[in-house]
């Protein structure tokens, strides 16, 4: 019996050594492997192909694979070998049919030369099942790091915190009579390189400012978050979008006298927010301010001229230059979320306090796109880094009245009254008309009676004569 169970055992881990893989060969996925003993176990993997290369940071997937204990495993291939301590972190993928792409965090488990394993946080695999998985992989993402030459601080004043790689490559595993198989074949994906992450400040007008003041409440303000980019890709509308973020909540509070300071009580909570053009948002600036109103998805000229350009009698709005600048050559705007800011004053006796709350959004990423062309409808994966924008506001509003507005009111009131004075004129030259032709019907009379007395008698004459001689 000894003997017998010892060959068990023998047989099986034989079994976990053999290669699982057909179409794309795959090898033993041990948690602990070496990921090196893991690629060579592939008869078709030649080393030579992935030479070093330290000035060159990038990732490169090379493959997908699930562990006997129910991880999932990621191989990657980092031809700067990790220098200066580089890893990936992330990798953004679909396991729903590419319904959705969620971003998920990668552990480090072993590392040989340029090659380095990883597995997927949180997500547990059945590697017996017979029901096909699907893992549509979109990129990998690295910190940004600027000894490693990335650029952390665009010109847009936007910070990169993370870097993302294409992928483009749709896995399958399926287990079949105890033989798990492997597939791979391309995945269309969408690059943004040249998103922009910026905010418009909405203010309260003057009377709901002076009104809180009086409550305590010294200043108030609002931001819409919004990303801006364009697309590689020529199509009808862009339909929906999901975006992550992190939601961060800062709190600062001072107290007199003595002017002490508590420390920032920071929260931040990450999230993603699907996006809809058939969506509409609002805000108020106060209670007798101006009303925003936007679509979640818009094209970048509707945002502009809708949405930022505003003008009334006592109100006025407008991107700055820096804004003009930022928007420049981008096609379309996903307007995120807003945040809040408050500043308090609180008056007891013997001192005050003052308390300043904020929030901001960091770490933006478009997740995926909805498009239509042609009739149909696609999602497609995004590749785009992590950015934050700078908090500095791209439109300027003001509350007061408006002397351009008031200027083109006057220049349309007076052609106006142009038009009225023309249109009366005509009217009471009518009605003089109306009434004065009687009046030269009978000084035509009496200035052409002896005309037509004269010739019109002689004519009668003649013609009478003219009778009397027949």
Not at 254 to 267: A, C, K, R
Not at 311 to 323: M, N, Q, Y
Request: glycine fraction near 8%; aromatic fraction near 12%; include cysteine.
């Amino acid at each position: 019996m000894k003997i017998f169970r010892l060959f068990v055992i023998i047989i099986i881990c034989a079994l976990t050594l053999l290669p699982t893989s057909s179409g794309v060969a795959f090898a033993d996925t041990r948690v602990y492997s070496d990921v090196l003993e893991d690629l060579q176990q592939d008869e078709s993997f030649d080393i030579n192909d992935y030479p070093i290369n330290q000035t060159d940071f990038k990732l490169e997937l090379l493959q997908l694979a699930e562990g006997n204990d129910y991880s999932l495993l990621v191989y990657v291939y980092q031809p700067s070998a990790g220098k200066n301590g580089m890893v990936a972190k992330k990798i953004r993928m679909s396991v729903d049919g590419g319904n959705n792409y969620y971003d998920y965090n990668l552990t480090l488990l072993s590392r040989n030369g340029v090659f380095f394993k990883y597995k997927v946080d949180n997500y547990v695999t059945d590697p017996a099942s017979s029901v096909v998985r699907e893992y549509k992989v979109v990129s990998l993402l690295r910190p940004a790091d600027a000894a490693l030459g990335d650029t952390v601080l665009d010109e847009h004043n936007n910070t990169i915190s993370f870097i993302a790689y294409p992928v483009g490559w749709s896995f399958t595993a399926s287990n079949h009579e105890g033989v798990l198989y492997y597939g791979k074949e391309a995945l269309e994906t969408v690059t943004l390189s040249d998103m922009y992450c910026g905010q418009l400040k909405f203010e309260d007008d003057h009377i709901t400012s002076v009104i809180r003041g009086l409550l305590g409440n010294v200043d108030h303000y609002a931001m819409l978050h919004f990303i801006a980019f364009s697309l590689p890709v020529q199509i009808d509308k862009l339909t929906g979008a999901n975006v992550r973020y992190v939601l961060n909540t800062a709190l600062k509070t001072t107290t007199y006298p003595g002017n002490m300071v508590s420390e920032d009580t920071t929260s931040t909570s990450s999230g993603v927010i699907s996006l809809s053009a058939e969506e509409h948002d609002t805000y108020q600036g106060g209670v007798f301010g101006h009303t925003y109103t936007w679509s979640q998805v818009m094209t970048k000229d509707d945002f502009v001229d809708n949405v930022v350009s505003n003008s009334s009698a006592f109100f006025r709005s407008d991107l700055t230059e820096g804004g003009s600048a930022d928007l420049e050559g981008k096609q379309y705007v996903l307007c995120v979320t807003t945040t809040q800011y408050h500043l308090n004053y609180l008056t007891y006796d013997g001192g005050s306090t003052i308390m300043e709350e904020r929030q901001y959004l960091t770490d933006e990423t478009v997740l995926q796109i909805s498009y239509m062309k042609d009739g149909s409808t696609y999602i497609r994966g995004v590749v785009s880094n992590y950015q934050s924008g700078d908090g500095i506001a791209d439109n300027d509003e003001q509350y007061g009245p408006n002397a351009e507005w008031w200027e083109n009111w006057w220049a349309e009131l007076q052609q106006w009254l142009m038009l009225i004075l023309l249109v009366l004129g005509l009217v009471l030259i009518g009605v003089a008309l109306y009434f004065l032709i009687p009046f030269i019907k009978n000084v035509f009379k009496v200035v052409f009676a002896p005309f037509k007395w004269l010739f019109g008698g002689a004519s009668g004459r003649s013609h009478t004569s003219n009778n009397k001689r027949r």
